[in-house]
């Protein structure tokens, strides 16, 4: 799969089946429409195309509202896509600018010019250009003199799924994993760097592995802990993860992302980990001291072993 940051670095496209959109955290409703635009390859021939945004439009189109956090960053997406079997990703820098451009002027500068697309395929409600003006109704009527044909993924193949990226978030914030990842079709998951922390799981006999997240629009799950593997190289280990302030041990009150692997004991600071959310076990507590939670960290650990 071939990424690309800027349009103009698109010129041999041959016959491009594209769709365009957010495609945040590639759920069920995502790849509907990306199933669609590989039908349509083995179909016709062609290279499939997925043009989206960063950042988020409502990050440029709302700035005030700074409680977006994304289920997929834009690596995150990307690599989501490729295991879906796109062709080419085209990430936008998304700008007000954009944002205004004309309808029309959108469907034969971009769509029809720059992504030189024969088949463009959308989700029922797709909105574009200036004040969203433009819909499947201004495609139609654009497609033929720009020499491209339009489908729409009808409504009732998304509704039957009851699928959407806010209802997603919303579960993943309430730490519902079950139902985030029945959406998603996948294991939620999260990437970041392992940096040295306290070292204090060392001294109870629970090693963990601090991880920090280096994008700030990544959505964390609430705090609490969870039912994890995590993945680092090619080999996966399962695993209890700690989301919160520790306020047993700290008083910083800092959020913290810990994890615990059960058969890994080699140091990885330095190195990036993905670790895919399986179910929460339960809210952070405080203990009294530290043998009440190496007892309750026992017991996570067997909850955990039986997800």
Do not use: W
């Amino acid at each position: 799969m071939r990424i690309y940051n800027n349009i103009s670095e698109i010129t041999t496209l041959q016959h491009a089946i594209v769709t365009i959109g957010t495609f945040d955290g590639v759920h069920l409703g995502h790849q509907k429409i990306i199933k669609r635009l590989l039908e349509i390859k083995e179909q016709q021939g062609g290279e499939t195309v997925l043009f989206t945004f960063a950042p988020h439009p409502r990050k440029v189109l709302f700035p005030d509202q700074k409680d977006l956090r994304l289920i997929t960053t834009t690596e995150e997406k990307c690599d989501l896509l490729k295991q879906f079997g796109i062709d080419h990703v085209l990430v936008f820098p998304f700008t007000k600018a954009f944002s205004q451009m004309h309808a029309n002027d959108y469907v034969t500068e971009i769509i029809a010019k720059a992504l030189h697309t024969k088949t463009l395929v959308i989700g029922y409600d797709h909105r574009f250009g200036s004040d969203r003006a433009g819909n499947i109704d201004t495609l139609k009527a654009l497609s033929a003199a720009n020499h491209f044909t339009v489908e729409e993924i009808p409504v009732q193949e998304i509704n039957m799924l009851n699928v959407s990226s806010s209802r997603i978030r919303k579960a993943i914030e309430e730490g519902d994993i079950d139902t985030a990842n029945a959406y998603l079709g996948y294991h939620f998951f999260i990437t970041g760097e392992v940096v040295k922390g306290k070292q204090l799981g060392r001294t109870i006999g629970y090693p963990t592995a601090n991880i920090v997240i280096d994008d700030e629009d990544k959505l964390i799950p609430k705090i609490g802990v969870y039912a994890v593997n995590v993945l680092i190289g090619k080999e996966m280990h399962k695993g209890m993860l700690n989301i919160g302030t520790n306020p047993t041990t700290d008083s910083d009150n800092k959020v913290k992302i810990e994890v615990n692997m059960f058969d890994f004991d080699k140091e990885l600071y330095g190195q990036k980990i993905k670790v895919e959310f399986i179910k929460h076990i339960r809210d952070e507590q405080k203990f009294a001291n530290l043998d009440e939670l190496k007892q309750q960290l026992a017991n996570d650990k067997i909850a955990c072993s039986h997800v």
